[in-house]
C-alpha cells in the first residue's frame, strides 16, 4: 500500500521538511507493516511543486497524501486529490482548508479555547473579555470564546480588537482595564513575546492577574513564556507534553538534534496510516469510515479524530503557566467518551 508525504525538502523550508520526513520515518520503523510504502516527495516550498508532487505520487500509485505544510500548497493539492479520490492529512494550520476529503492535523484554536474556557467555568469564572489582533486568528479565538462561554454557562463581557501591527501594547491594554468591565478571565489571542508583553501591560495598566486569570491557546506551548511574571499562573490548553518530550528524546538521540515543533504531526499521520493499512480491506485503499472512526487515535500529541468535516479534534489538557515551563492542572482525556462526545 503506498502512501505518499508531500514535504518541502528542498528550498527555504527544507530543513523543516526534513525533519518532518525523519518523524514520519520513525513511525514507518514504529508501527508500518511489510505492505507499506511512503512516497516522499518534495514540494519546493511551492504551490506548483505541491500540485506537481501530488500528481506524480497518485501516478505511482499512493491512495493517501500526507502533507503538503503551508496553506498555499494544500490548496493547490486538494482539487489534484480531489479529481483522484484520494484523501489528504494536511500539516497546515489553517482551518479554512478542511473538508472534500482534506484533513487539517495542525494545532487550531477552537478546541484549546473550548477547553480551557470550560476548565476556568470550572474553576468559578463566568464573565470573560476576549483581547484578540484584527486577523483570521483573532476572529477564530474570539468565536470560540462565544460558543464556549455560551456552552458553559458564562458571557463574553467584552471583546477588544486591535491593529495586529500594533507596537505600543499598553493601547490595547488599557482598551480592557479601562472599559470598566470587571472581568474574571481574559483570554490572549496571541503566543510568545506578543503575549507576554500583553500580559505586562495588562498589569502595568492595572488588572490584578492574580485575581483575573489570564488564558491563552495553544500557541502558549512553548518554552520560557513564564518569564513574564505577569503570565505565571496564567492557564491554556494544549497537547499533554509528556509524549512529546518521549519523542523529541528519541528524535534527537536518533538525529542528533532537536525536532521542530510540528514535526509530532508527521509522526502521527505517518502512524495513522500505518495502522490502517493493516486493516483488512481492499489493497490501496483507505476507507475514509476508518479515518473518521469516532474513537480517533492516540498520537503523540495526544487523543485526536478526524471529524467527517476535515477538521481535527483534540482531547487536551490544561496546563499553567510557571517560569520553569508548563505545569498539567488537568489531564487530557484518555477517550473521547470521557469527553461527553
Known amino acids: 500500500m503506498k502512501v505518499a508525504i508531500l514535504l518541502p525538502l528542498s528550498g527555504s523550508s527544507a530543513a523543516i521538511g ?3 520526513l525523519e518523524s514520519a520515518q520513525m513511525a514507518l520503523f514504529d508501527l508500518a507493516g511489510d505492505r ?41 493539492v486538494k482539487p489534484v486529490a480531489q479529481t483522484a479520490g484520494v484523501d489528504v492529512l494536511a500539516f497546515t494550520n489553517d482551518w479554512t482548508q478542511a473538508g472534500n476529503g482534506t484533513y487539517v492535523l495542525g ?15 470550572s474553576r468559578g469564572a463566568t464573565r470573560y473579555v ?45 482598551q ?49 513564556l513564564g518569564q513574564e511574571p505577569a503570565l505565571a499562573g496564567a492557564w491554556f490548553a494544549a497537547p499533554a507534553p509528556q509524549a512529546r518530550a518521549d519523542f523529541e528524546a528519541r528524535f534527537e ?15 502521527d499521520a505517518t502512524a495513522i496510516a500505518a495502522v490502517l493499512a493493516k486493516m483488512p480491506g481492499p489493497a490501496g485503499r483507505f476507507d475514509r469510515a476508518a479515518l473518521n472512526n469516532p474513537n480517533g487515535f492516540e498520537g503523540i500529541d495526544g487523543l485526536f479524530r478526524l471529524r467527517a468535516d476535515g477538521v481535527v479534534e483534540r482531547g487536551l489538557a490544561v496546563l499553567e503557566v510557571t517560569p520553569t515551563g508548563p505545569r498539567v492542572l488537568d489531564p487530557a482525556p484518555s477517550s473521547f467518551e470521557l469527553l461527553g462526545q
Open 18 to 20: 526534513q525533519a518532518m
Open 36 to 76: 507499506f510504502e511512503l512516497l516522499p516527495r518534495d514540494t519546493k516550498g511551492t504551490p506548483s511543486g505541491a500540485a506537481d508532487a501530488a500528481r506524480q505520487a497518485i501516478a505511482e500509485g499512493a491512495s493517501l497524501i500526507l502533507g503538503p505544510l503551508f496553506a498555499a500548497d494544500v490548496a493547490a
Open 107 to 121: 494545532f487550531v484554536p477552537a478546541d484549546q479555547v473550548s477547553r480551557v474556557v470550560g476548565f476556568a467555568r
Open 130 to 174: 476576549a483581547l484578540a489582533p484584527r486577523t483570521a486568528y483573532g476572529d477564530a479565538v474570539v468565536n470560540a470564546v462565544q460558543a464556549a462561554s455560551r456552552q458553559f454557562g458564562g458571557q463574553v463581557a467584552q471583546v477588544e480588537r486591535y491593529d495586529p501591527a500594533v507596537t505600543d501594547l499598553a493601547q490595547p491594554a488599557r
Open 176 to 224: 480592557v482595564t479601562q472599559a470598566g468591565v470587571q472581568p474574571q478571565a481574559v483570554m490572549l489571542a496571541e503566543g510568545g513575546p506578543r503575549a507576554q508583553g500583553l500580559a505586562a501591560a495588562l498589569a502595568a495598566n492595572g488588572l490584578n492577574t492574580q485575581q483575573v486569570k489570564l488564558l491563552g491557546t495553544g500557541l502558549w506551548d512553548e518554552p520560557g
Open 253 to 267: 538521540k536518533t538525529y542528533g538534534r532537536k525536532p521542530p515543533r510540528i514535526a509530532t504531526l508527521s509522526y
